[in-house]
């Protein structure tokens, strides 16, 4: 009879041990960041506000149509240490090409992976007719969205 009740036990503390937490990634949880890109006046280096016709990401499947603000956040590609933005302003293309180096974190089982960057120096535009008059590193870590990382002057 005790023999019974240890192994109805035992089977209650295998049960109860096997159990795990639900893997469900919580809202919340970090992500990856975006590079925010602020638009300052040449001049005068002032913030400024811009009314860009288009932005297309080259290898995304992204298209922002009527951006108008003087703060932009977008994704960089996290399987490559390049990303390419095309930004058409008054009918105007300039190609912003982002060099970054990838730092992906392990999160847990539920949540995966996410990938914060580190800025290169040797970001650069590549014009047409350029609007862009020159693009300026103010914060080379992207492990946030809260700060600038690019400025870029026209």
């Given at each position: 009879?005790?023999?019974?009740?240890?192994?109805?036990?035992?089977?209650?503390?295998?049960?109860?041990?096997?159990?795990?937490?639900?893997?469900?990634?919580?809202?919340?949880?970090?992500?990856?960041?975006?590079?925010?890109?602020?638009?300052?006046?040449?001049?005068?280096?002032?913030?400024?506000?811009?009314?860009?016709?288009?932005?297309?990401?080259?290898?995304?499947?992204?298209?922002?149509?009527?951006?108008?603000?003087?703060?932009?956040?977008?994704?960089?590609?996290?399987?490559?240490?390049?990303?390419?933005?095309?930004?058409?302003?008054?009918?105007?293309?300039?190609?912003?090409?982002?060099?970054?180096?990838?730092?992906?974190?392990?999160?847990?089982?539920s949540c995966g992976y996410?990938?914060?960057?580190?800025?290169?120096?040797?970001?650069?535009?590549?014009?047409?007719?350029?609007?862009?008059?020159?693009?300026?590193?103010?914060?080379?870590?992207?492990?946030?969205?809260?700060?600038?990382?690019?400025?870029?002057?026209?």
């Amino acid at each position: 009879m005790i023999k019974r009740y240890h192994n109805i036990l035992l089977l209650l503390v295998i049960i109860i041990l096997g159990c795990e937490k639900d893997d469900i990634c919580i809202e919340g949880s970090e992500n990856t960041s975006r590079i925010t890109i602020g638009f300052i006046d040449y001049e005068n280096k002032g913030d400024k506000k811009i009314n860009l016709n288009s932005i297309r990401g080259i290898g995304l499947d992204s298209i922002i149509e009527g951006f108008n603000g003087n703060n932009l956040k977008l994704p960089l590609m996290s399987n490559t240490n390049k990303t390419k933005y095309v930004f058409e302003y008054n009918e105007t293309l300039d190609t912003l090409i982002i060099q970054h180096q990838n730092i992906h974190k392990y999160l847990n089982r539920s949540c995966g992976y996410i990938s914060n960057f580190i800025l290169k120096s040797d970001t650069e535009i590549s014009k047409n007719h350029g609007w862009i008059r020159e693009v300026s590193i103010k914060n080379d870590s992207i492990f946030n969205e809260l700060q600038t990382n690019i400025l870029i002057h026209y």
